[in-house]
């Protein structure tokens, strides 16, 4: 084969055959976020105080903390989709989350009697909350997932990891709605492992769907 022809013949094998990965990802997000809300709509009712606590600093700050990530790690997702893309600054802003999250914690232990740490820790029945934000990220994971297929990610296992971190923080952000339970303490254990294991979640399915 000529050396043109092997051009011409590298350049077509490079067309697309599909949508962009940025387009892909927007729309297979999309579609995950809206089954994850119809599914926690299914599964567990609004928090029936919920207009009071949107009053209350500890409440706030959920909606804050999970914001910060879910742009994070949507950020982290698109430049995973692209074979060296940097991630250095997108993980800096990420790392404002755990940050706020240890400030509110110091804060609220210095404030509380230490007997009513574990009270705080336990909150309402806090392995459900847990298993209900895991269950919620599942369907924002695999639609990423997909959606990672159109691009060319060439750390798999990262960016599947990197598909259940916003699939987390998204289903976090969700279930915020319905947690009957605010303290920094509860939120510090509980909502971070939620999104650890549907990172870790993410991260094995990634390594085999993503797989080139």
Do not use: Q
């Amino acid at each position: 084969m000529k050396t043109d022809d092997l051009i011409r013949a590298l350049a077509a094998d490079r067309l697309p055959s599909g949508p962009p990965p940025s387009l892909a990802l927007a729309l297979t997000g999309a579609v995950g976020f809206v089954l994850s809300v119809l599914l926690f709509l299914w599964l567990v009712p609004l928090r029936p105080n919920l207009g009071e606590a949107m009053h209350s600093f500890p409440f706030m700050l959920k909606p804050v903390e999970m914001g910060i990530l879910v742009v994070a790690s949507a950020i982290l997702v698109l430049r995973l989709a692209r074979p060296g893309a940097s991630l250095g600054h997108v993980l800096w802003v990420a790392a404002l989350v755990p940050a706020i999250m240890a400030a509110a914690l110091i804060f609220e232990m210095a404030s509380v009697p230490r007997v009513l740490w574990l009270d705080r820790l336990a909150g309402v029945h806090w392995y459900i909350c847990v298993m209900n934000m895991v269950i919620l990220s599942l369907p924002v994971t695999a639609a990423l997932l997909f959606g990672l297929r159109y691009g060319a990610p060439t750390r798999p296992m990262m960016a599947g990891a990197g598909a259940g971190l916003l699939g987390g923080a998204v289903a976090a952000s969700i279930y915020i709605s319905h947690c009957p339970d605010d303290s920094p303490i509860f939120v510090a254990a509980w909502f971070t492992l939620a999104i650890v294991v549907a990172s870790c979640i993410g991260a094995l399915a990634g390594s085999r769907m993503l797989r080139w």
